[in-house]
């Protein structure tokens, strides 16, 4: 039962050169495993191939350039971006997606959105999106969904070099070697930038650094026994520069903005461990033990204020499948601690689940629940408070498949989102710190239905949703700053609609089109005599277009044309719908080459053409820039 190295040599591509099908791909992250065709969820899967041809320089380019999710700089910090999908808002949005690399989550218990900048493109397999699902398995946050991420283990062996505008430079490699009994793979990048934007009177610039590192083995001493282990690191070092007014960012925005605070230094390090073990009990039932841990240093060298974070984590569960039925059960465990500002604050999950799968003929159902404890404590030195909540999620999908090209699916699901500790206590003016009793946990309750229709040459997906909320959690920022807080919107709603096609249109061109449309109401909020209900939730943009055109005039060369919309919104903290300035629409059109030949690749890709100015507007006159001007970069590939 050579089982799960085997399965990792299993590569799937939508497209590896002329005269090739499309064919459903099989979704091989979630509990229980199945093809696109057959699921009960809205999924996105890319490939390894998928990302090598869009030569990003980290993941959040790939996303924002590619799949229905959004990402934007936070605060202007290219290594650690919002995201946004299903029209969750671009400020928040990331809290309510859970992120998983291999298997380990990634996302974080404060404020900080995950850092996905710490994994290489060069090491990805596979990038699986379920769309408003995932939270039976993913848990705690998969409101909008789970994004699930899947390293390379196979016998590969490669290395990517480029260089480009603005000092920018990246180095990585992959080294692997896979046999029936022995895993082993090792990766690693360098990358820096001399930076756009200047940051202060002395002209210097908005540099950044960064280092990553994997190694993961796999060995089966048994046929019966299959043993795991991994660890990465990451080092980050960036100065992100200011907000600009409306006037500095239109007369110039790779200046440093005169009415700021000032750029920010950050540095950001973390370690992770982790290992396993899977027993194949028999050919239907086999039992899973994960557990990892991760240390994080954050330090805002800027302000002299530094975080440790210490995540330990655990999963166990059995595992049952036969031709008809599949059923995963098991309990996960999560402890999250962070030491700053002179206190320790912590937050613990431990939860229990099921989720099955049957499938008859044409029919498949799917059926899952989760229990989950959440407690939190803070500690300083003249205080101690304590709170817990107790939540349940479950997930209900049918599907029925026509015939091999043709299907169509229903989804519900019940999720949540327990506060981060961010907004779980507030500071006053006086630095006396309380729990904020005002928070409560986010609920919701999304329905999905979808369509799919993969012939050779097409490939299909439409989805309609709509998700009814409980408490979304917010921060109010007061126009006056003197009744700013985190608190909950009472009753709000969100719908919308998606749409992916690829068509290999003939031998030489194909088109892939990511088409999302969503509207993001409040229905019941009034905060400091503010009457919001009916108002648009600030940062969704009602249309997302990303389209590619790709010509290939022989079997070596593709020449790839992107283009990436995104409509005004309101400005990120205008939940009034009142600033006298939006957000503007996102617009930046990509252009890149590759050449092949054997085992050497040539490219060159331009991002942001026609120099588009873009921003995030967080409100009137307080802009951050982002890919706001022309970039180049060019390399190659060699796979020994």
Request: proline share 2%; hydrophobic share 35%; no cysteine.
């Amino acid at each position: 039962m050579k089982k799960k190295i085997l399965l990792s040599l299993l590569a799937s591509s939508i497209l590896v050169a002329q005269n090739i099908e499309l064919t459903p791909l099989s979704i091989t992250s979630t509990a229980i495993k199945t093809d696109e065709l057959k699921s009960t969820d809205a999924v996105e899967i890319y490939t390894a191939e998928d990302i090598e041809k869009a030569h990003v320089q980290n993941i959040y380019e790939f996303l924002n350039q590619q799949t229905s999710v959004i990402t934007m700089p936070s605060y202007g910090n290219p290594f650690s971006q919002r995201l946004d999908m299903r029209g969750y808002g671009i400020g928040d949005g990331y809290q309510n997606i859970v992120i998983t690399i291999d298997g380990r989550k990634i996302n974080n218990i404060d404020m900080v959105a995950p850092l996905l900048s710490a994994i290489s493109p060069a090491s990805i397999e596979r990038l699986e999106i379920i769309k408003s699902s995932g939270i039976v398995v993913g848990g705690d946050g998969a409101n909008a969904g789970v994004i699930n991420i899947t390293t390379k283990k196979n016998s590969a062996k490669e290395i990517t070099v480029y260089m480009g505008t603005h000092g920018t430079a990246d180095g990585s490699f992959y080294l692997g070697h896979s046999d029936e009994k022995l895993s082993i793979s090792a990766s690693g990048e360098a990358q820096k930038s001399d930076g756009i934007r200047t940051i202060n009177a002395n002209g210097d610039r908005d540099e950044s650094s960064l280092r990553t590192g994997t190694l993961n083995i796999t060995y089966l001493p048994t046929d019966a026994l299959e043993l795991r282990a991994g660890a990465s690191f990451a080092r980050t070092d960036v100065i992100y520069a200011g907000y600009l007014s409306l006037d500095e960012y239109n007369n110039d925005p790779k200046q440093a903005g005169a009415t700021n605070w000032g750029a920010t230094e950050q540095t950001f390090d973390t370690d992770a461990i982790g290992g396993g073990f899977s027993y194949y009990i028999s050919d239907k039932t086999s039992f899973d033990f994960d557990a990892n841990r991760e240390e994080k240093q954050s330090n805002y060298i800027t302000y002299t204020s530094v975080a440790d974070y210490i995540y330990n984590s655990a999963k166990a569960a059995f595992n049952y499948e036969s031709k008809n039925i599949a059923v995963v059960a098991g309990v996960e465990s999560f402890e999250g601690e962070r030491t700053a500002y002179a206190n320790e604050t912590s937050k613990e999950n431990i939860a229990g689940f099921v989720m099955s799968n049957f499938a008859f003929e044409n029919h498949s159902i799917k059926a899952g629940a989760r229990v989950e404890e959440v407690s939190y404590e803070y500690k300083d030195t003249t205080s101690s408070l304590q709170d817990d909540h107790s939540l349940y999620g479950a997930e209900l999908g049918y599907n029925y498949t026509f015939d091999k090209e043709k299907s169509v699916f229903v989804n519900y699901a019940h999720a949540y989102q327990a506060p981060d500790i961010d907004r779980f206590f507030e500071k006053d003016w006086f630095g006396n710190v309380s729990f904020n009793g005002f928070i409560d946990p986010m609920k919701t309750d999304s329905i999905t239905l979808g369509f799919n229709y993969i012939m050779p040459n097409n490939k299909l997906k439409i989805s309609l949703f709509y998700v009814d909320l409980e408490d979304e959690i917010y921060y109010y920022a007061d126009p006056a700053w003197t009744n700013s807080k985190n608190t909950n919107i009472d009753k709000s709603h969100k719908y919308g609609l998606d749409i992916y096609n690829k068509w290999l249109v003939t031998d030489e061109f194909n088109v892939a089109l990511n088409y999302n449309y969503v509207q993001a109401k409040v229905d019941e909020e009034i905060e400091n005599g503010e009457e919001y209900s009916g108002n648009d939730l600030p940062g969704v943009s009602d249309h997302n277009i990303k389209a590619t055109l790709s010509y290939l005039p022989n079997k070596n060369t593709t020449l790839a044309l992107t283009q990436v919309y995104r409509s005004e919104a309101y400005a990120a903290n205008d939940f009034n719908n009142n600033f006298a300035q939006k957000q503007d629409a996102y617009k930046s059109t990509d252009i890149s080459l590759t050449y092949t030949k054997d085992s050497l690749e040539l490219f060159a890709k331009i991002n942001n053409l026609f120099n588009q100015k873009n921003g995030l507007w967080v409100q009137d006159d307080a802009i951050y820039p982002i890919n706001f001007t022309t970039t180049a970069i060019a390399g190659f590939k060699l796979k020994i």
